[in-house]
């Protein structure tokens, strides 16, 4: 079967740095995806890994190894308003897109 | 300018009843899906179509049926509604099928009484 595991939840500090780890096995890969979500709010898109390696986006950074079938989401310089859900996904080989079931990350002052 | 827009954003009903939400895109993508996203905010597909046609129809009810008069557009009309379909529903949209990067509606929150 398909799976995509990450932490139920995540608690960090305002101005701290954060990783939120992802693994996957999945049938075939063509790419992983972070996206954010607020309480209430829709999925927006973060970043996208296809290849191995690390990329930087901002504050927000994310790396993949295909071999390890592992990601993470870097959070730098943490503001208030990072406090939201991070979702995992994977598109198959079918080009259908896999879902974890996300990690709640609650920042404190 | 709305990307993704969903009517209504908020629906409450009873059980038994029949009710639609509708979804359109104007970023003139190709592919759109509905997802469902209980209580426990675990994010799931339910359809998704490709030029109007539907490419993945997970296991639902078949209650459910969702329709695309044209490929801005998919809605999802739900029948003898349950206490279980109480969700918040997300409609979402992306350039082609092998794109993953997708832009979400609001939502419409479903509450079923």
């Known amino acids: 079967g398909q799976n995509i595991d990450q932490p139920t939840e995540m608690t960090a500090t305002e101005g701290a740095i954060v990783q939120i780890n992802c693994t996957y096995q999945?049938?075939?890969?063509?790419?992983l995806f972070w996206y954010q979500q607020h309480a209430g709010e829709a999925p927006t898109f973060l970043s996208y890994?296809?290849l191995d390696g690390l990329e930087e986006k901002g504050r927000f950074s994310s790396f993949l190894s295909r071999s390890k079938g592992y990601s993470y989401l870097l959070l730098k310089e943490l503001q208030m308003k990072d406090s939201a859900s991070y979702l995992c996904?994977?598109?198959?080989?079918?080009?259908?897109?896999?879902w974890g079931a996300g990690t709640k990350l609650i920042i404190k002052p | 300018d709305t990307a993704v827009s969903q009517t209504p954003k908020y629906l409450v009903t009873q059980m038994g009843n029949d009710k639609s939400i509708k979804c359109e895109q104007n970023?003139?993508?190709?592919?759109m899906y509905w997802y469902k996203q209980d209580s426990k905010k675990f994010l799931k597909i339910m359809f998704s179509?490709?030029?109007?046609?539907?490419?993945i129809n997970e296991t639902v009810p078949n209650r459910f049926s969702p329709k695309s008069p044209d490929k801005a557009h998919l809605n999802l009309h739900i029948n003898s509604l349950e206490l279980g379909d109480s969700a918040v529903y997300f409609c979402?949209?992306?350039?082609?099928?092998?794109?993953?990067?997708?832009?979400f509606g609001p939502g419409t929150r479903l509450t079923v009484t």
């Open positions: 979402a949209s992306s350039p082609r099928v092998e794109v993953g990067e997708q832009y």
């Open positions: 970023l003139g993508h190709d592919t």
């Open positions: 179509y490709n030029n109007k046609e539907l490419i």
């Open positions: 999945t049938s075939g890969f063509n790419g």
């Open positions: 890994n296809v």
């Open positions: 996904a994977v598109t198959d080989s079918n080009y259908q897109l896999i």
